[in-house]
């Protein structure tokens, strides 16, 4: 009961206010045509009551604006500036991530150089050795097989010297036998050229 | 009178303040402004003022909703709408902390006023209307025609444009209003339920049960509305400044 008397008291007194101010309100506030028309029943719906809406609108710039001016002024450059300083830290982390990355590769990469100019040194030395162990065998080899040759043409001259000096012997040898053997059968003297002539002639058949 | 659902919506004078004639009283409206601007300013100021590369959880709580709105509108007006992220943050912030501030029994919802979210709508599109002519000229009027209509459908085009581009403050206003006009009077009819069921006895206190559970509930609702209602507010004002930076690019 007290509650609705208190109601009562107050509503009486919004509506004495409300008609002090109807003309200015109706002038600032063209716009609220329709809670205007609701505010002339006693049982008006609260946030149509046009009364108050002056009141509103002012403490809402005041508290709106400086609630704004705060926030631009003061808490988006912080948050902004605690959100890049750490994007800034991660992103040096990062830079020196990949800066000591870089170096470990540069280290591997060398260590793979050295390995990769340590084995074709060795390559190298052993296709040298091999090279000229090769190049004095085929040296070798060839002086041998010059001197096998040589001695192979010398053994070569002489057979064909014994050759010829036998074959020259054989002509004379019969020659001989002939002689002898003609003087065995006919007694008689065969001259010594008729005797070369028949040889030569039967040696040519 | 107290269980009357509209109860809480009325605005009592608390330092009355008359100004050329116009009633400029300090209200209990005025007193959750007041409120809400400074638990949400407070909020943000102390949580980061160790300014620790490593937040703590409230500071990360700050830096969250930094950053979802940051993003919010890099996703809806380009880099280009970046100039405007005081703006979107500071209404969202006010708005969710206004909601969320109404949650408390006995407080007074701010964002319960039409006259609050419609101020708060008409800020957002008259300050797409004067960057829009600001930046572009009257190249901001090509907002009202889209690429690609054949000729003889243009007006009809432009007409429509017109039309929803001068329903936005109104929808804007209405819905965050409407939406916690009608999440607090549901719950306070549903607790009044209960409050009035126990009163008959032990059969009525059994009865009571069924309110109550809905009225738990519907407190969860509400919390998410609370949040969904600043979210959405945000986002279609990402949306309506993407208009005023990019005007002729929908």
Same mark, same amino acid.
């Given at each position: 009961?007290?509650?609705?008397?208190?109601?009562?008291?107050?509503?009486?007194?919004?509506?004495?206010?409300?008609?002090?101010?109807?003309?200015?309100?109706?002038? #600032?506030?063209?716009? !609220?045509?329709?809670?205007?028309?609701?505010?002339?029943?006693?049982? #008006?719906?609260?946030?149509?009551?046009?009364?108050?809406?002056?009141?509103?609108?002012?403490?809402?710039?005041?508290?709106?604006?400086?609630?704004? %001016?705060?926030?631009?002024?003061?808490?988006?450059?912080?948050?902004?500036?605690?959100?890049?300083?750490?994007?800034?830290?991660?992103?040096?982390? %990062?830079?020196?991530?990949?800066?000591?990355?870089?170096?470990?590769?540069?280290?591997?990469?060398?260590?793979?150089?050295?390995?990769?100019?340590?084995?074709?040194?060795?390559?190298?030395?052993?296709?040298?050795?091999?090279?000229?162990?090769?190049?004095?065998?085929?040296?070798?080899?060839?002086?041998?097989?010059?001197? %096998? !040759?040589?001695?192979?043409?010398?053994?070569?001259?002489?057979?064909?010297?014994?050759?010829?000096?036998?074959?020259?012997?054989?002509?004379?040898?019969?020659?001989?036998?002939?002689?002898? #053997?003609?003087?065995?059968?006919?007694?008689?003297?065969?001259?010594?050229?008729?005797?070369?002539?028949? #040889?030569?002639?039967?040696?040519?058949? | 009178?107290?269980?009357?659902?509209? @109860?809480?919506?009325?605005?009592?004078?608390? /330092? +009355?303040?008359?100004?050329?004639?116009?009633?400029?009283?300090?209200?209990?409206?005025?007193?959750?402004?007041?409120?809400?601007?400074?638990?949400?300013?407070?909020?943000? $100021?102390?949580?980061?003022?160790?300014?620790? /590369?490593?937040?703590?959880? &409230?500071?990360?709580?700050?830096?969250?909703? $930094?950053?979802?709105?940051?993003? &919010?509108?890099?996703?809806?007006?380009?880099?280009?709408?970046? *100039?405007?992220?005081?703006?979107?943050?500071?209404?969202?912030?006010?708005?969710?902390?206004?909601?969320?501030?109404?949650?408390?029994?006995?407080?007074?919802?701010?964002?319960?006023?039409?006259?609050?979210?419609?101020?708060?709508?008409?800020?957002?599109?008259?300050?797409?209307?004067?960057?829009?002519?600001?930046? @572009?000229?009257?190249?901001?009027? *090509?907002?009202?025609?889209?690429?690609?209509? =054949?000729?003889?459908?243009?007006?009809?085009?432009?007409?429509?444009?017109?039309?929803?581009?001068?329903?936005? =403050?109104?929808?804007?206003?209405?819905?965050?209003?409407?939406? &916690?006009?009608?999440? @607090?009077?549901?719950?306070?009819?549903?607790?009044?339920? /209960?409050?009035?069921?126990?009163?008959?006895?032990?059969?009525?206190?059994?009865?009571?049960?069924?309110?109550?559970?809905?009225?738990?509930?519907?407190?969860?609702?509400?919390?998410?509305?609370?949040?969904?209602?600043?979210?959405?507010?945000?986002?279609?004002?990402?949306?309506?400044?993407?208009?005023?930076?990019? +005007?002729?690019? @929908?």
């Amino acid at each position: 009961m007290f509650v609705t008397a208190a109601y009562a008291q107050q509503s009486t007194t919004t509506e004495g206010a409300e008609a002090h101010d109807a003309p200015a309100a109706g002038e #600032v506030h063209t716009e !609220t045509g329709v809670a205007h028309e609701a505010e002339h029943g006693s049982g #008006v719906f609260p946030p149509f009551d046009s009364s108050h809406f002056a009141s509103q609108l002012l403490w809402l710039a005041i508290t709106f604006g400086l609630f704004y %001016l705060l926030m631009s002024k003061v808490i988006i450059p912080r948050i902004g500036g605690i959100l890049a300083k750490r994007h800034d830290r991660i992103a040096q982390d %990062l830079d020196e991530a990949s800066r000591l990355k870089g170096e470990a590769d540069a280290a591997i990469a060398s260590y793979e150089q050295e390995l990769a100019n340590a084995r074709t040194k060795g390559h190298s030395i052993a296709d040298t050795a091999r090279e000229e162990a090769k190049s004095k065998a085929t040296a070798d080899r060839a002086a041998v097989e010059a001197d %096998l !040759t040589k001695k192979i043409t010398a053994a070569e001259t002489r057979i064909a010297d014994i050759k010829s000096k036998a074959l020259a012997d054989v002509g004379a040898i019969a020659e001989e036998t002939a002689t002898a #053997v003609v003087k065995q059968l006919i007694g008689g003297n065969v001259t010594k050229t008729e005797i070369a002539a028949a #040889v030569k002639a039967s040696a040519g058949n | 009178m107290s269980n009357d659902p509209t @109860h809480q919506f009325l605005v009592n004078k608390i /330092v +009355p303040i008359e100004i050329g004639g116009i009633d400029f009283s300090f209200t209990n409206a005025s007193l959750f402004m007041v409120a809400t601007v400074s638990a949400a300013a407070g909020f943000l $100021y102390l949580t980061t003022s160790q300014r620790g /590369v490593i937040p703590t959880r &409230m500071q990360s709580v700050s830096e969250l909703s $930094y950053e979802f709105i940051a993003s &919010m509108l890099r996703e809806g007006a380009g880099s280009h709408g970046m *100039k405007f992220f005081p703006m979107v943050f500071s209404l969202f912030m006010f708005i969710l902390t206004a909601n969320l501030l109404g949650m408390f029994p006995y407080f007074f919802t701010v964002t319960s006023q039409i006259i609050v979210t419609f101020a708060l709508a008409v800020f957002v599109v008259g300050t797409v209307i004067l960057y829009g002519f600001y930046k @572009h000229g009257l190249g901001f009027l *090509k907002l009202f025609v889209p690429h690609g209509v =054949p000729g003889a459908l243009l007006p009809l085009v432009v007409t429509i444009e017109v039309i929803s581009f001068l329903s936005r =403050p109104i929808s804007l206003s209405v819905r965050l209003f409407a939406n &916690m006009l009608a999440g @607090h009077i549901t719950l306070k009819v549903f607790a009044g339920f /209960v409050a009035s069921l126990s009163a008959f006895g032990a059969l009525g206190i059994g009865g009571a049960i069924l309110p109550l559970i809905m009225t738990v509930a519907l407190t969860g609702l509400e919390f998410l509305v609370a949040f969904l209602q600043a979210y959405v507010f945000a986002v279609l004002t990402c949306m309506y400044l993407n208009d005023a930076v990019h +005007p002729g690019s @929908h």
